[in-house]
């Protein structure tokens, strides 16, 4: 679903990205992000901690735009 998306909107990783055992939910959103960008969808990440998973995978200059403001890309 995520990458035949057009517009992405993430805000919050998929549990506890910082230990590797839990990182595999994250990772696998973070590359269905960047695939669905790729086909010329709009992908915002916003949050301190999804700004930190999209970069800890190294996706972050493979997304439209990364705010570690996630509250206030909400507004």
Known sequence: VVESSKTILWN???????????????NAIADSVVKATKKGGY??????????????????????????GGGALLE
């Open 43 to 68: 992908s915002l990440i916003g949050g301190g901690d999804s700004a930190s998973a999209i970069n800890n995978a190294g996706y972050g200059d493979q997304v439209s735009y990364v705010s570690t």
């Open 12 to 26: 919050g990783p998929m549990g506890v990205f910082e230990f590797p055992n839990f990182a595999l939910g994250t």
